[in-house]
């Protein structure tokens, strides 16, 4: 379940942040003459570029994960597209000839059949055979070709994740009271816990749920501070 856990997180702190927003009212996309100034800015140091890149490609993502309705929660599948993008935007290179929204889209795909393999992994599943959709050239895809398909790459993905998980509980220990660790640790299932609801940290911690409210609000502005050092360039 880390995974899993992973994503929920930093799909919270990617919409606290503004990066990901409403998300039926993406941007439009970008031209491309605007889009390769932003990238030139953004190959410069101009983080601020690079938002605005993220952004004004969400609709991709939103286009790319729809075929994929039903096999997971969209929230989910709309965050880990979003860290597709946001390593597509890190990774891309406008003189391979390649041109971004076909690099993204494959990027994007790439990370939700990810997440479904290994949250597929983790549920008793009927069918192996169960289709979750078509992959970018309209071919069926099932449970049997998410679990055997790229493994070495979604485990090398996998190790990446686990790593930037670690780090990110480890600055977030760092920056919260033992409490307000204890209490974000429950609600998100990290270092390995089962991820509850407020209500049920709220009793297990014989405190109330608006208090529960605040402290996540402020352990996720904490959080999304952590994500924007340059050891997390690659995730924000």
């Known amino acids: 379940m880390i995974f899993e856990n992973f994503i929920t997180f930093l799909s919270k702190v990617l919409f606290f942040s503004g990066l990901v927003n409403d998300r039926n009212s993406f941007p439009k996309p970008l031209s491309k003459k605007d889009e390769l100034v932003y990238f030139q800015k953004f190959w410069q140091g101009d983080l ?30 709309i965050s880990c597209g979003t860290i597709g993008l946001i390593k597509a935007i890190n990774s891309f290179k406008a003189d391979k000839g390649t041109q971004i929204s076909t690099y993204a889209s494959r990027c994007i795909e790439n990370e939700v059949l990810m997440f479904l393999r290994v949250s ?9 055979n169960e289709s979750l959709g078509d ?53 998100y299932g990290l270092q390995d816990h089962i991820a509850l609801p407020q209500r049920e940290v709220a009793k297990q911690l014989n405190i109330s749920r608006s208090y529960i409210s605040r402290i996540e609000k402020h352990a996720l502005e904490v959080a999304q501070q952590i994500v924007r050092q340059p050891s997390f360039k690659d995730f924000r």
Do not use: P
């Open 48 to 77: 601020q570029a690079k938002d605005i890149l993220i952004r004004h490609n969400l609709r991709l993502v939103a286009h790319v994960v729809k075929k994929y309705n039903g096999a997971a929660e969209a929230d989910d599948l």
């Open 135 to 187: 992959d970018h050239d309209g071919n069926e895809i099932s449970l049997v070709d998410i679990i055997t398909e790229d493994r070495e790459q979604s485990d090398i993905d996998l190790a990446i994740h686990r790593n930037l998980m670690q780090k990110l509980v480890s600055e977030l220990k760092k920056h919260l009271t033992d409490r307000e660790f204890k209490i974000i640790t429950l609600r």
């Open 120 to 128: 597929k992994k983790h549920q008793q599943v009927g069918s192996l």
